[in-house]
């Protein structure tokens, strides 16, 4: 690799060190310089890869990448940053408490696996918060957060029916199947119908309270709120 001696500026050529600077990380490097009939000149430095900033974002966190609902606890980090960045402290504290705080070495793109604190009341938002670690001036006063509502509690069909009369094996060509759903939380989003039996590959449409079904036979319905979880399936009838 090119190295430049700070006394004089000579350039000395040598070889790709590209076993250590193909990935994000830290490396490290033997350098030896024949000094004639002094001897050799020879030691070692350390080599950091640091990621390159993501592109069209601005420096701060998104949990989720901007979702505004999730059903787990473990979400993702989305960080953006506008320098040589090494590391971030984030936190489930304003405070940056040491118990709900972990400073993390950047290794990846910006994404970091997190875990969301636990709450007993489950409306209320969780906020992850972090601070910004630059090689060349340390860490950022400023402190970037984003949250996120928290939703495990599924969904439930209040009611399915069909053709408003209640037989399942109409045998008419087309038939509106009418559907009432509720959530606690992040609302109704999408919906499955289901023929025959409850199949989970069956095509996610967007939740309607009325909708036309072709064909005869039984017919299966849940629905699915808007943190991702699903209902029981439930018969229309």
């Not at 928290?150 to 969904?155: A, E, M, S, Y």
């Not at 064909?215 to 709120?225: A, E, M, T, W």
Request: hydrophobic share 40%.
């Amino acid at each position: 690799m090119p190295l430049y001696l700070p006394n004089g500026g000579t350039l000395i050529e040598g070889s790709p060190l590209t076993s250590v600077t193909s990935k994000v990380g830290t490396g490290r490097a033997d350098l030896a310089l024949d000094c004639g009939a002094l001897g050799t000149a020879a030691w070692s430095m350390p080599i950091v890869v640091l990621p390159a900033a993501p592109a069209n974002r601005e420096p701060g966190v998104s949990i989720d990448d901007g979702a505004d609902f999730t059903n787990s606890a473990k979400v993702k980090l989305h960080l953006g940053w506008d320098g040589l960045l090494d590391r971030v402290k984030v936190s489930n504290d304003g405070g940056f408490a040491p118990s709900k705080t972990k400073e993390i070495k950047l290794r990846e793109d910006g994404s970091l696996d997190w875990t969301l604190v636990e709450l007993a009341a489950e409306r209320i938002p969780r906020t992850v918060y972090v601070k910004l670690h630059y090689v060349a001036y340390g860490w950022q006063k400023q402190t970037y957060t984003d949250d996120i509502i928290l939703d495990t509690v599924k969904p439930k069909v209040v009611s399915a029916t069909v053709g408003g009369s209640g037989a399942v094996t109409l045998a008419a060509a087309q038939r509106t199947l009418r559907v009432r759903a509720k959530d606690n939380k992040s609302g109704i989003a999408s919906m499955q119908v289901s023929k025959g039996k409850p199949r989970k590959k069956a095509k996610v449409v967007k939740y309607r309270k009325s909708l036309k079904v072709a064909g005869s036979g039984r017919l299966f319905v849940r629905v699915r709120d808007g943190a991702g979880n699903w209902s029981k399936w439930r018969i229309a009838g």
